[in-house]
């Protein structure tokens, strides 16, 4: 009878080890592992976060003797905005807007939607960021949009009435935020 017994308690003991090992909980996570895709994963090194965009902005320092702020910094938390000029006649103006979004995927499409607006202008490709365009508007205004990670950066360069522009103008300076991020 107590064989009996010891052989019942030693049977019970043996199934709560073995439940306690089998537990839904390891098994739905590894269930969780097995059906992520690689596509769904971020590397931290691949969603780029800046808590404070002011640090990758273009600063007054950036600027050559002349130069001014035009229009004080805009920031909120997924934006900023500023504007400088030249202090001379003929006033050039540029301007920098830079925009993070919540994730690299939300970033290329808001890129590729603006890019695809801009149908009266020639396009040329910028070698920015993981992708980059400009083009130029009557020949007074240079824009450099560029893409890198989660982060979109636009650059207008306002030339001075009759000045030739290029896309360099404005690219000049969006290549000091490129270096940056």
Known sequence: MKTLILSICILCIGLVIIGGCTSTTSQSSTISTITNSPSDIVTPAAQTNYHDLSLIALKISDFPDGWQVQKEPTVKPDSYDSQFSTTQP????????????????????????????????????????????????????????????????????????????????????????????
């Open 90 to 181: 003929g006033v050039v103006d540029v301007i920098q807007h830079i925009q993070q979004y919540s994730t690299i995927e939300e970033a290329e499409i808001s890129y590729n939607q603006d890019k695809a607006k801009i149908t009266d202008y020639k396009i040329d490709q910028v070698n920015l960021g993981d992708a980059g365009y400009g083009y130029i508007i009557s020949g007074d205004s240079a824009y450099v949009v560029f893409r890198s990670g989660n982060i979109i950066t636009t650059i207008r360069y306002y030339g001075s009435f009759g000045e030739t522009l290029s896309i360099n103008d404005a690219q000049q300076y969006a290549s000091i935020i490129a270096a940056r991020i």
